[in-house]
């Protein structure tokens, strides 16, 4: 059986969201730029993804696997 996957999304402060890689950057797996917008990490349990919108970066948190 598949465990569900719950995902959450915010939009944060650039400088709060960058804060936030740094510290997800320390814990994860796999970091990997996809381009100059987005940069998505890997723990082999949850993908976070951050893209950059004009003001702000949107956070999207994906939990467990599908």
Same mark, same amino acid.
């Given at each position: 059986?598949?465990?569900?996957?719950?995902?959450?999304?915010?939009?944060?402060?650039?400088?709060?969201? &960058?804060?936030?890689?740094?510290?997800?950057?320390?814990? @994860? !797996?796999?970091?990997?730029q996809?381009?100059?917008? *987005?940069? !998505?990490?890997?723990?082999?349990?949850? *993908? *976070? @993804? &951050? @893209?950059?919108?004009?003001?702000?970066?949107? *956070?999207?948190?994906? !939990?467990?696997?599908?």
């Amino acid at each position: 059986m598949k465990k569900p996957v719950n995902k959450e999304t915010y939009i944060l402060d650039d400088s709060i969201a &960058f804060e936030l890689m740094d510290l997800l950057k320390a814990k @994860t !797996r796999h970091s990997i730029q996809l381009n100059e917008y *987005v940069y !998505r990490l890997f723990d082999g349990q949850s *993908v *976070v @993804t &951050f @893209t950059t919108l004009e003001n702000d970066i949107q *956070v999207e948190w994906l !939990r467990g696997k599908a």
